[in-house]
């Protein structure tokens, strides 16, 4: 049979063409009122490999086999994009990419933020701390002496500040402090930007909400976890609070170097004034110290300071805040230091104040308060002024470098107080804490003892060599002055005599005589206390001399007169109180009369008073380590001690240079004020409230004489 193919038979020919279609007309919905002829119709997927159905192969059967259809169960294949590439078609697929480097990069960021955020306590329970109450010391007539409490300095309400206070922090730590919700995500990305270009960290972003929420809550560890929790803490505060009192707290709060916390501190510590008076010029320091408290604090390098305050200045002027004239006026000549406040002596009695806190009010203050001192704040500057001044001129020269001194009342109201002759140098305070062998100055408690024991001034006994069960005194001298009365004896001080009368009293009765006259130090009953070589303070020895002056009545050296919060409520108010009378007004008179002649004619000879009858004891420590003089009058008590921290013996004696100085003092502080006689020396005796009273008829006695004396020491006698 002859079979030909035309060309229309062919796949893709005409009949191919017509074959398609039909395939086309097959699938196309039947024309109305004729039926659709039935039969499979394949996909369409490509001219050149998909089946078709063709007139032709109607009623023709599949090939036999396994082989199934070419088409069937054949995998799809991806048509191929042949358009071509435009920048258009790149920019979709890079914003595609970042898209979803976002997305991921946000569910990333999302976990690490929970991580750290589930790792705070709830937030329910968030709340600021509270901040450490201030203890504000002020002298007697309300200056302020200083600032005590973990704060050192009080809170301080923004309003009170000048504009150009919390502008200059706002200005160089945070720009857009009032606009942002916490964190500053434009300034982020500025120093993300910055710290590409320069290949490292330029610097931080932190906004001041930032700040806080790390002084408040967290460590200062850098790390992720801790800047974490740091920004979710400061959108917690900016939820919770309003932006001026974010700013109060911050100001209030923030370290700013020599242990001050908050504004009011720092303004103290280093200007020597309130926040509330600072100038523009400081106000640019202190916020320029925040980058770095310890170091630009205005006590640091000069030129780093000054540096920084320029760049602060800037800040303000370019933010508006001040005008650049107003920037360059402000700014600090280079070529001078920052002046910042010289503490003085006055802190020492701050110190002192602030240990005393505890017994009066507690241990837990809840808010600040202020107390109210005792000190004369112009004596309490004379006091150290003279003592400054005779270290300055002496030291050398007698191998002396500390000082100290107590200046009091008769009643022990504290007017001076200096502990040390450089305060920033040494808190040591020589007048309160230490202890020191107060010589032959511990000597009127002997005597005072004899005394009530029967003798008088007028007893006569002999300066010679003794031996006292194997303890041999001697003079400081070297020498012995042969019969004196017991009023010369002390005027000289000789050892021999105070130890024979000592030993005649008996020691218990020396302990009893000072402890009753107001030394709290623990005193052994041994022969040597004749001499002082048990170590007391200089205050208690001071006070220990007020009731000489005063007429017999015991004081207890007091420094404070009422404690009130900052709201005005009162913790404390001082009422008079003390031991009463320890010495009867006869002895008192006696006692006068001898420590009076030993400032006439003996070795405190030097003191020079303008008039006032005064009286007082020297007294010099072994190897001269510490020269004292306490000195008294009917108006005043003060106490002087010269020396070494270290146990390095010096060339002093009671007599010199310690001399001089109380007269200074008492120069000054006796100024304008009516002249009065010595307890006693006119029959009459001082009061503590400054009053005088009669004294009793004193009754006849016995005169006790140096046969007398040597009788009982022979006899064993003593007690």
Known sequence: MDFRI??????????????????????????????????????????????????????????????????????????????????????????????????????????????????????????????????????????????????????????????YVPAAFIAIEDRRFKEHFGIDLIGLASVALESIRAGEVTRGASTITQQLAKNLFLTPDQTLGRKVQEAVLALWLERTYTKDEILELYLNRMFFGFESYGIEAAAQRYFGKSARNLSLSEAAILAGSMQAPSRLNPKGDPRLVQARQALVLKAMARDGYISSAEAKAAAIDPTQTVRTKVIGSESYVADWVESLMSAYVGDDLKEDVIVHTTINWDLQKQAEFVVKEAVTTYGAQYGFTQGAMVAMDVDGTIRALVGGVDYQQSQFNRAVTARRQPGSAFKPFVYLAGMEKGYTPDTVAEDAPID?????????????????????????????????????????????????????????????????????????????????????????????????????????????????????????????????????????????????????????????????????????????????????????????????????????????????DLPGVTGQAMLPNGTLEPLAPEPEKPKRTLVDLLNDIFKGGGN
Do not use: C
């Open 6 to 163: 035309s060309p229309d038979d062919r796949v893709g020919g005409a009949r191919g063409k017509r074959g398609r279609k039909a395939t086309a007309k097959a699938t196309a919905k039947p024309a109305r009122g004729k039926k659709a002829k039935a039969g499979k119709v394949e996909p369409a997927l490509d001219d050149a490999d998909t089946p078709h159905i063709d007139a032709s192969d109607k009623g023709r059967s599949r090939p036999r086999g396994k082989a199934k259809p070419k088409a069937r169960g054949k995998a799809i294949r991806r048509v191929r994009d042949t358009r071509p590439l435009t920048l258009g078609r790149v920019i979709v697929w890079i914003v595609s990419l970042f898209a979803v480097l976002a997305l991921w990069g946000a569910v990333i960021v999302g976990g690490i933020v929970a991580f750290y955020a589930l790792q705070l306590p709830s937030a329910e329970s968030w709340k600021v701390p509270d901040r450490a109450a201030n203890i504000r010391v002020v002298a007697a007539d309300g200056q302020l002496i200083s600032n005590r409490g973990k704060s050192g300095g009080e809170a301080i309400s923004l309003h009170e500040l000048p504009y």
């Open 468 to 676: 006292l069960n194997g303890w041999q005194p001697e003079n400081a001298d070297g020498k012995f002055m042969g019969k004196l009365t017991l009023r010369q004896a002390l005027a000289f001080s000789r050892n021999t005599i105070a130890a024979i009368l000592a030993n005649d009293v008996g020691p218990e009765r020396v302990v009893e005589a000072a402890t009753r006259l107001g030394i709290s130090s623990p005193l052994m009953a041994v022969p040597s206390i004749a001499l002082g070589t048990q170590e007391v303070s200089l205050l208690e020895l001071t006070g220990a001399y007020a009731p000489f002056a005063n007429g017999g009545m015991g004081v207890i050296p007091s420094v404070i007169t009422r404690i009130e919060t900052a709201s005005g409520k009162v913790l404390f108010d001082a009422i008079p109180a003390g031991p009463g009378r320890v010495i009867e007004p006869r002895y008192v008179a006696e006692m006068n009369d001898m420590l009076h002649a030993a400032v006439e004619i003996g070795t405190g000879k030097r003191a020079v008073l303008n008039g006032w009858p005064m009286a007082g004891k020297t007294g010099t420590s072994q190897k001269a380590r510490d020269a004292l003089f306490v000195g008294y009058t009917a108006r005043m008590v003060a106490g002087v001690w010269l020396g070494n921290d270290e146990d390095v013996g010096t060339k002093l004696v009671g007599g010199t240079v310690p001399v001089e100085i109380w007269s200074q003092f008492m120069t000054k502080a006796h100024e304008g004020v009516p002249v009065a």
